[in-house]
């Protein structure tokens, strides 16, 4: 076989076939393109997400701080109001189940520490509604004068009353005499016990001052006074 004699058959083709299988196979430039401009999309997708999440709970966390704050302000004048009524002071602490399910209401991040202190909130304003529903009948929520009426009067007339009874059972006598004459001093007796009995009966702040209402509740106690020993005189010296 000369040197430039043509192979053909089985063994050239089995060359060609390892020729073949040597060389990698290229990739197409547009489809590696594509796949990183989708990764690159889904990697900013996941950025933004992460950023809104991180925003939204830094909101959410500042509204939960000024809510709390609200809260507590609410609480402490509730609290100061039910001790003045009486309410005990353990009554006004959250027992220790009541802890755990408001741990187990917040456990959800700041938007579940939000939701918890507005159901709070309303709680609170509700029982505010329902204290001032029931200060309305309570003397201590009314007017200084009104209030302070209710202890003034009785003690001012107290005194004139007798005085009528006397007149009114003895007549033109000296029993009527001395309980007129009994009777003069008796508006600043009347006015003594009722700036006393006010000081028990209604209490306010460590910071608030009580008003006594000192010249009505002189005017209350003596003219009641001055008007049953004026007509208790003109009746004795009609008689």
């Given at each position: 076989?000369?040197?430039?004699?043509?192979?053909?058959?089985?063994?050239?083709?089995?060359?060609?076939?390892?020729?073949?299988?040597?060389?990698?196979?290229?990739?197409?430039?547009?489809?590696?393109?594509?796949?990183?401009?989708?990764?690159?999309?889904?990697?900013?997708?996941?950025?933004?997400?992460?950023?809104?999440?991180?925003?939204?709970?830094?909101?959410?966390?500042?509204?939960?701080?000024?809510?709390?704050?609200?809260?507590?302000?609410?609480?402490?004048?509730?609290?100061?109001?039910?001790?003045?009524?009486?309410?005990?002071?353990?009554?006004?602490?959250?027992?220790?189940?009541?802890?755990?399910?408001?741990?187990?209401?917040?456990?959800?991040?700041?938007?579940?520490?939000?939701?918890?202190?507005?159901?709070?909130?309303?709680?609170?304003?509700?029982?505010?509604?329902a204290l001032a529903a029931r200060g309305r009948f309570r003397p201590g929520s009314?007017?200084?004068?009104?209030?302070?009426?209710?202890?003034?009067?009785?003690?001012?007339?107290?005194?004139?009353?007798?005085?009528?009874?006397?007149?009114?059972?003895?007549?033109?006598?000296?029993?009527?005499?001395?309980?007129?004459?009994?009777?003069?001093?008796?508006?600043?007796?009347?006015?003594?016990?009722?700036?006393?009995?006010?000081?028990?009966?209604?209490?306010?702040?460590?910071?608030?001052?009580?008003?006594?209402?000192v010249r009505f509740g002189a005017l209350v106690c003596l003219v009641p006074a001055?008007?049953?020993?004026?007509?208790?005189?003109?009746?004795?010296?009609?008689?």
């Open positions: 076989m000369g040197p430039n004699a043509t192979v053909t058959g089985p063994g050239r083709q089995r060359a060609a076939a390892a020729g073949e299988d040597a060389t990698p196979t290229a990739v197409e430039p547009g489809a590696a393109w594509g796949e990183y401009l989708a990764a690159a999309r889904q990697l900013d997708g996941v950025r933004r997400s992460a950023a809104a999440a991180a925003g939204e709970q830094a909101r959410s966390a500042e509204a939960a701080r000024e809510e709390l704050t609200v809260v507590r302000s609410g609480l402490a004048s509730q609290q100061e109001l039910l001790r003045e009524l009486g309410v005990p002071a353990i009554s006004l602490v959250p027992s220790p189940p009541e802890l755990t399910e408001a741990a187990r209401s917040m456990a959800g991040g700041p938007a579940a520490v939000l939701a918890a202190l507005r159901v709070a909130r309303g709680r609170a304003d509700a029982a505010d509604a009314w007017p200084a004068r009104a209030r302070n009426l209710l202890v003034y009067g009785p003690f001012a007339l107290v005194v004139p009353l007798i005085q009528v009874v006397v007149y009114a059972a003895t007549g033109v006598g000296p029993a009527s005499v001395a309980a007129l004459i009994c009777g003069l001093p008796m508006p600043a007796v009347a006015f003594v016990a009722g700036w006393v009995g006010i000081g028990r009966l209604f209490r306010v702040g460590p910071a608030e001052r009580l008003d006594r209402t001055v008007l049953v020993t004026a007509g208790l005189l003109l009746a004795l010296l009609a008689g």
